[in-house]
C-alpha cells in the first residue's frame, strides 16, 4: 500500500482517497463522458489497493451519479441527459401530440458584465465579464422557450469565434467538443412571473401572460460552475411529471 500513487488527505479512508482520485482525474477530462474506466482489476494494479476497496471507491462514484455500470460492458463515465428537465415541465409535441425536440436558435451573442447574483452562481469576481447567450427554443416554427445563458468566459472563449448559425441545437455537447467544458451535475429551481418586455415579443405573448421560469446552475464534474441559465416559457404550456414509487 505504500507503493500508491493515491494523494489527498491521508486522515482520509482509503477508498475515500481513490474515490477523489477517480473524481479528479475524470473531471480532468482523463476518461469522457460514455467511455469506459479502467476494470477494477486493472484499478487494483495500478494503485496497489485491495480489490474490495476499489469496488468501494467505484461504488460510491456509481451512487454519486458520476459513474454508470453496464451489465457485461464495464463501468463508464455517466452522461446527465439534462433535456429531460425541460420534458418534465413543459409540454413539446406537436399537432398530432408526439413528443418532438424543440429546434434552436442563438438570437445574440454579447460580453457583458453579469448581474451580481449571477456572477455569484458563476463564482465570478466582482468587474468580471461573461458570455452571455439569448438562445430561442422553437416547436414548429412557434416560439416555446426563450433562454438567457451566461458562460464564464476563460472556459467559454471559443464559442466566441463561433458562427451564430452553428451553434446547433443543443448546447453541452457544444461545450465539450468546443471548449472540453463537460457539465457532469445542474441544480434547478422553478417560478412564476408576469411577461413583461422583451420576453413578451420574443414568446409572442401578450403583457401579463403567466411564464414558468426554470432557473439552472450548471456544475463539471469538479463541482466548478459551468453555467447559469433562465429559461421562459408561458404557463399554458407548462406540467409537471414526476414518478413516484
Known sequence: MSNSPLGGDQRLPLYQQL???????????????????????????????????????VDALVAEGLLERS??????????????????????????????????RILARTVEYPAQVIATSLGLGARVKAIRLLRLRVVENEPFLIEEIWLPRARFSALLDLALEDFGDLLYPLYESRCKQVVASAQETLTVELASPPFTDYLKVPPSTPLVVIERIAYGYDKQPLEWRASRGAAERFKYHVDIR
Open 71 to 104: 451489465q457485461g460492458k464495464g463501468t463508464f463515465v455517466r452522461r446527465p441527459r439534462f433535456d429531460a428537465s425541460l420534458f418534465r415541465f413543459f409540454r413539446f409535441q406537436n399537432a398530432a401530440g408526439e413528443k418532438i425536440r424543440p429546434k434552436s
Open 19 to 57: 474515490r477523489d482520485d477517480l473524481a479528479r482525474r475524470i473531471a480532468a477530462g482523463e476518461w469522457l463522458p460514455d467511455e469506459a474506466i479502467p476494470t477494477e482489476a486493472e484499478i487494483k494494479t495500478a494503485y496497489n489497493i485491495a480489490i474490495g476497496t476499489v469496488r468501494k471507491a
